[in-house]
């Protein structure tokens, strides 16, 4: 029974963990979620973790839902059901969101779930989106998850046979050296694409003054300026490159490059209408050429971190792959025999193979 209960706790934990990293990718929240203002307080404090029920999109009166309005996920309560959809308000907001900001009622394919409620509150776990939202991004979100399951096989690999007590030696088997080197492959590879992916600032100044140096554009005017993007991998890589407003043009947004190749690209920008100092970033994504560059620009299109995860996908399926055909199994790998705890000097004694 407490075996039973042991695993089911870390399936739980393990659903959840994959389910909030998956929900970071494709920026819907999906199992867990937490409140960016104070407009649900006391409900929901700033900065409260809550549990979300992503089947849960059918809400009645009354509930707290998550929903995505004008380009943002909006944690509210339903106050009223219309025909054209649902009508939501903050606890501590005077005025309904359709009123005090201009939305139209909320449709149920906007809907991401309900919030989880006992005894008719809200669970919710202090402060833990404040840290989340200063301290990870969501390449930190990822390493961090793939830390958690390997934190994961070392943990429950090994049986109830490890779990015994007073053990006379720490058993690691073959699958969980192998496991841990595939994780720690997989966070390897995760690595080397990031490291790859850069953000170019191009700095230039609008003013009345505009031709005068280079560099002074006059308000309003188009320009372009030209930037390098090398590869400085040895093996082929994909690469995206994107720019927000003021930037109107790229001349290549995909293309590929081979290892130490580099291509020159020219990029168009409107100057603001105001007059200051601005620094456009142009963002370069590049991920290595393993999978089909359709099926590339397909995940990038929709998120840039889902080519990771499908590269990623793809290297743990080759491990898989590789694991049923060479037999690996529950054979020790290594057996470590523990000596007693010293009495006399009181500390732990070192372990002896």
Same mark, same amino acid.
Do not use: C
């Given at each position: 029974m407490?075996?039973f209960?042991?695993?089911?706790l870390?399936?739980v934990?393990?659903?959840?963990v994959?389910g909030?990293l998956l929900g970071?990718?494709?920026?819907?929240?999906?199992?867990?979620?937490?409140?960016y203002?104070k407009?649900?307080?006391?409900?929901i404090?700033?900065g409260d973790l809550?549990?979300?029920?992503p089947l849960?999109?059918n809400p009645?009166v009354?509930?707290?839902i998550?929903?995505r309005?004008?380009?943002?996920?909006?944690?509210?309560r339903?106050v009223?059901?219309t025909q054209?959809?649902?009508?939501?308000k903050?606890?501590?907001?005077v005025?309904?969101?359709q009123?005090s900001r201009?939305i139209k009622?909320?449709?149920?394919e906007?809907?991401?779930?309900?919030?989880?409620t006992?005894g008719?509150?809200v669970l919710?776990?202090?402060?833990?989106?404040?840290y989340?939202?200063?301290g990870l991004d969501?390449?930190t979100?990822?390493?961090?998850?793939a830390?958690?399951?390997?934190?994961?096989?070392?943990?429950?690999s090994g049986?109830?046979?490890?779990?015994k007590k007073?053990?006379?030696f720490?058993k690691?088997?073959?699958?969980?050296l192998?496991m841990?080197?595939?994780?720690f492959?997989?966070?390897?590879v995760a690595?080397?694409i990031f490291?790859s992916?850069?953000t170019?600032?191009v700095e230039?100044?609008?003013?009345s003054a505009?031709?005068?140096?280079?560099?002074w554009y006059?308000?309003g005017?188009?320009?372009?300026t030209?930037?390098?993007?090398k590869?400085?991998n040895?093996y *082929? !890589? +994909?690469?995206?490159?994107s720019?927000?407003?003021p @930037?109107?043009?790229v001349s290549?947004?995909e293309?590929?490059? =081979? $290892?130490g190749d580099?291509?020159?690209?020219?990029?168009d920008i409107?100057?603001?209408?105001?007059t200051?100092?601005?620094?456009?970033d142009v963002r370069?994504n590049?991920?290595p050429?393993v999978?089909?560059?359709?099926?590339m620009g397909?995940?990038?299109d929709?998120? *840039? !971190? +889902?080519p990771v995860?499908?590269?990623l996908?793809e @290297?743990a399926?080759?491990?898989w792959?590789i694991y049923?055909l =060479? $037999?690996i199994?529950?054979e020790?790998?290594?057996?470590?025999?523990k000596?007693?705890?010293?009495?006399?000097?009181?500390?732990?004694?070192?372990?002896?193979?």
């Amino acid at each position: 029974m407490k075996e039973f209960i042991e695993y089911t706790l870390i399936a739980v934990i393990g659903v959840l963990v994959i389910g909030s990293l998956l929900g970071a990718l494709i920026d819907r929240p999906i199992f867990m979620s937490y409140a960016y203002s104070k407009s649900m307080t006391p409900t929901i404090d700033r900065g409260d973790l809550f549990f979300l029920n992503p089947l849960a999109t059918n809400p009645d009166v009354g509930e707290v839902i998550v929903f995505r309005a004008n380009g943002r996920w909006t944690v509210h309560r339903v106050v009223a059901i219309t025909q054209d959809g649902y009508i939501t308000k903050g606890d501590a907001n005077v005025a309904t969101d359709q009123q005090s900001r201009g939305i139209k009622p909320i449709p149920r394919e906007n809907i991401a779930g309900t919030v989880v409620t006992f005894g008719g509150h809200v669970l919710t776990i202090p402060e833990i989106g404040n840290y989340l939202e200063t301290g990870l991004d969501n390449r930190t979100k990822i390493l961090l998850g793939a830390l958690l399951v390997m934190v994961g096989v070392i943990a429950f690999s090994g049986g109830s046979e490890k779990r015994k007590k007073h053990q006379k030696f720490v058993k690691v088997k073959f699958k969980t050296l192998y496991m841990l080197a595939g994780v720690f492959l997989l966070i390897t590879v995760a690595m080397s694409i990031f490291v790859s992916w850069e953000t170019v600032p191009v700095e230039y100044a609008v003013t009345s003054a505009g031709g005068l140096r280079e560099g002074w554009y006059l308000p309003g005017e188009r320009f372009s300026t030209e930037i390098t993007v090398k590869n400085n991998n040895l093996y *082929p !890589m +994909l690469y995206y490159v994107s720019g927000k407003s003021p @930037v109107t043009a790229v001349s290549s947004t995909e293309f590929g490059l =081979s $290892g130490g190749d580099e291509k020159a690209l020219v990029v168009d920008i409107t100057a603001p209408k105001s007059t200051a100092v601005y620094s456009t970033d142009v963002r370069i994504n590049a991920y290595p050429h393993v999978l089909p560059s359709n099926l590339m620009g397909w995940l990038y299109d929709y998120n *840039p !971190m +889902l080519p990771v995860l499908a590269i990623l996908g793809e @290297v743990a399926l080759i491990l898989w792959i590789i694991y049923l055909l =060479s $037999g690996i199994g529950n054979e020790d790998a290594l057996k470590i025999r523990k000596r007693r705890t010293s009495k006399v000097r009181g500390v732990s004694e070192v372990f002896r193979i």
